[in-house]
Nanobody, 122 residues
Framework: QVQLVESGGGLVQPGGSLRLSCAAS????????MGWHRQAPGKQRELVAS???????NYADSVKGRFSISRDNAKNTMYLQMSSLKPEDTAVYYC????????????????WGQGTQVTVSS
């Protein structure tokens, strides 16, 4: 089994910055892709950014130029550096990963974290 644990959320003023972390643990053989998703009240969950094992990244248009996703493969950890935060960035941020676990011959399973709240308000 694999666990994803997010941290780093909180309350920040507009224009401020936060850094989210997602640590994966368990019977991990390899993590293929990882991503950050968010869900605001009354809205559907949306992809914010994703990163593949080799380092290629994708961003939602709404966060391009403000957010930066990265990962440390040795630590099975992913980060989201958020800058120039806006009230509309307020949401629960979820970590997601496609993981091959030990003994499954490379079969990928998808896992989610429990989420961390980010609130942007003055």
């Amino acid at each position: 089994q694999v666990q994803l644990v997010e941290s780093g959320g909180g309350l920040v003023q507009p224009g401020g910055s936060l850094r989210l972390s997602c640590a994966a643990s368990g019977s991990i053989f390899s993590i293929y892709s990882m991503g950050w998703h968010r869900q605001a009240p009354g809205k559907q969950r949306e992809l914010v950014a994703s990163i593949f094992r080799g380092g290629s990244t994708n961003y939602a248009d709404s966060v391009k130029g403000r957010f930066s996703i990265s990962r440390d493969n040795a630590k099975n950890t992913m980060y989201l550096q958020m800058s120039s935060l806006k009230p509309e960035d307020t949401a629960v941020y979820y970590c997601n990963a496609d993981v091959a676990t030990i003994g499954t011959s490379g079969v990928l399973n998808n896992y989610w974290g429990q989420g961390t709240q980010v609130t942007v308000s003055s």
